[in-house]
């Protein structure tokens, strides 16, 4: 357990240092760093009774919940604490279950010539596509630090991409498929 909070706080002082982690055993230049998961707004809280009876309590957009104590704001709190604050709120509950909101939708942000939002609808996509539905990279892109940031069970993934090196044919593990709700962010190429 010691060693598991050593590699946390490792990898948290390196995602705020500006890089990240690389993951065990990895021949491929992807950083992956793993995060405890924060509540967003439209996530929800639902607690069932013993009686068969449900609330649910949804994260409101400005990241506040309504509970019987009274409103309280939860944005950016993780997962855990958030169960804490409604079992507290709700002492004969049977079960407490927080539930992620996730679009069916990809952004793309960052040195792309559109910042967009693309709907997963139509099938697969990797994110080579995403970056193509915007249009490809600026001439400022650096390329060899794109960032895909997942949510995924409860944790916040985040992985640093070197797509010069994909598109130069090699690493094409690179091209990782999306999920719903992926972020992918292209910083800036300072020079």
């Known amino acids: 357990?010691?060693?598991?909070?050593?590699?946390?706080?490792?990898?948290?002082?390196?995602?705020?240092?500006?890089?990240?982690a690389p993951s065990a055993g990895s021949s491929s230049p992807i950083t992956r760093t793993i995060l405890p998961y924060a509540v967003a707004p439209l996530d929800a809280a639902s607690v069932s009774?013993?009686?068969?009876?449900?609330?649910?309590?949804?994260?409101?957009?400005?990241?506040?919940?309504?509970?019987?104590?009274?409103?309280?704001?939860?944005?950016g709190l993780p997962a855990r604490q958030l169960h804490t604050l409604v079992?507290?709120?709700?002492?004969?509950?049977?079960?407490i279950r927080?539930?992620?909101?996730?679009?069916?939708?990809?952004?793309?942000?960052?040195?792309?010539?559109?910042?967009?939002?693309?709907?997963?609808s139509d099938g697969p996509m990797r994110v080579?596509?995403?970056?193509?539905?915007?249009?490809?990279?600026?001439?400022?892109a650096n390329k060899r630090r794109v960032r895909l940031v997942r949510q995924n069970a409860g944790l916040v993934e985040v992985y640093?991409?070197?797509?010069?090196?994909?598109?130069?044919?090699t690493h094409l593990d690179q091209n990782l498929l999306l999920e719903p709700g992926d972020v992918i962010t292209v910083p800036r190429n300072f020079l």
């Open 128 to 140: 080579m596509d995403a970056i193509a539905s915007a249009n490809g990279f600026t001439p400022l």
């Open 160 to 169: 640093e991409l070197d797509l010069r090196e994909m598109m130069l044919g």
């Open 49 to 75: 009774f013993r009686d068969g009876t449900r609330v649910e309590l949804p994260v409101s957009q400005e990241g506040r919940i309504d509970l019987p104590t009274g409103q309280e704001f939860v944005r």
């Open 98 to 120: 927080i539930r992620e909101f996730r679009t069916n939708r990809v952004t793309v942000l960052g040195e792309v010539y559109h910042q967009i939002h693309t709907d997963l």
């Open 1 to 20: 357990m010691n060693r598991l909070k050593q590699t946390a706080q490792f990898a948290i002082a390196a995602l705020l240092a500006g890089c990240s």
């Open 87 to 95: 079992a507290r709120a709700y002492p004969d509950a049977r079960e």
